[in-house]
């Protein structure tokens, strides 16, 4: 193995002869330094120290804050994770850096941690939201641990709250037929019975095309949306792709809905005033606001915009 560090014999002015080090800096220029003294042994030794330190120096990963190194994680993760959870994580980091100050990450804590988890509680977070902030930052040490950026992960030993899991609030077949009567539209009556006979999520229901449905072999097609001229990008929350059965009834009222629909509406289980509205936002925003305004009416609904740019939350 050639040596980082090489020891150099040189003669003085005045005759006599002083041992160098001599090696290659960070910006690729010869180094050197005087060891003072003649000593070949001595020089040997303090060359082997030097060595060390340079390895060690360049092993040494490089400090960063703690929004800097959310900066770093959102850039190395942006093609591997979607963009709801990169809006998480960000939101969960400054709520982190609210709680222990915008600190380097190596001088990170189990204190810290645990300052972070009574910051959590104490800000009113239920006990679920407690343990995805927790799991969220835990995931940006974990791997920033991998990449060498840190040494250890401060979130190790940091116990989640117990949350007591609720109860299945199972309807009876008269309650069902109550709800099913209830339903004034056609389009509510389908999503009331593919949420019932197939399973279907509501993010499901509100993104079924008419390409989604086999009326032939009676199925329901969960699969993915690209972002195209009619459609919005949306992925399915487990990433998987299934093929549902249709009964008859919802069968019926998709063929009755998909008649009225104006020419170019792909979406069957949304009112087309609420489709051209959805198309609109799609001209107006950029595709990451986009993607997390569809999140939002997967997971809480549908949001729309006020006069005032603000997102109010209701149902379709």
């Not at 040189?10 to 290659?24: N, V």
Request: net charge positive; charged share 35%; proline share 4%.
């Amino acid at each position: 193995m050639k040596n980082l560090v090489k020891i150099w014999l040189r003669r003085g002015r005045k005759g006599a002869y002083t041992y160098y080090l001599r090696w290659i800096g960070e910006d690729g220029r010869e180094k050197y330094q005087s060891l003072g003294h003649s000593d070949k042994r001595e020089a040997e030794r303090q060359r082997r120290e030097k060595e060390l330190q340079l390895i060690n120096d360049a092993e040494q990963p490089e400090k960063m804050k703690l929004s800097e190194l959310l900066e770093d994680y959102l850039e190395r993760t942006r093609t591997q994770i979607e963009p709801s959870t990169a809006k998480a994580a960000k939101y969960c980091m400054k709520d982190f850096v609210a709680a222990v100050e915008d600190i380097f990450a190596d001088r990170v804590s189990y204190k810290h941690c645990e300052r972070f988890h009574q910051y959590c509680v104490e800000k009113g977070l239920r006990p679920t939201s407690v343990n995805t902030h927790i799991r969220l930052v835990r995931r940006i040490f974990s791997l920033a641990v991998k990449r060498s950026q840190l040494e250890r992960n401060p979130f190790d030993g940091i116990r989640l709250l117990k949350v007591p899991k609720k109860p299945v609030r199972v309807f009876t077949k008269n309650e069902f037929e109550r709800i099913l009567g209830a339903a004034r539209s056609p389009i509510w009556k389908a999503r009331i019975l593919l949420a019932k006979t197939a399973g279907l999520r509501k993010g499901e229901i509100l993104n079924l095309t008419f390409k989604d449905v086999d009326f032939a072999k009676g199925k329901v097609i969960v699969q993915p949306k690209e972002d195209a001229e009619y459609t919005w990008r949306w992925v399915v929350k487990d990433k998987d792709r299934r093929e549902l059965p249709l009964v008859d009834e919802a069968a019926q009222l998709l063929i009755d809905i998909q008649t009225e629909l104006p020419e170019g509406q792909p979406y069957l289980l949304l009112p087309p005033q609420r489709y051209r509205y959805l198309m609109g936002l799609k001209t107006r925003m950029s595709r990451s606001q986009l993607e997390v305004w569809l999140l939002l009416t997967v997971i809480l609904g549908d949001p729309f915009l006020c006069s005032k740019s603000f997102f109010r939350f209701g149902f379709l």
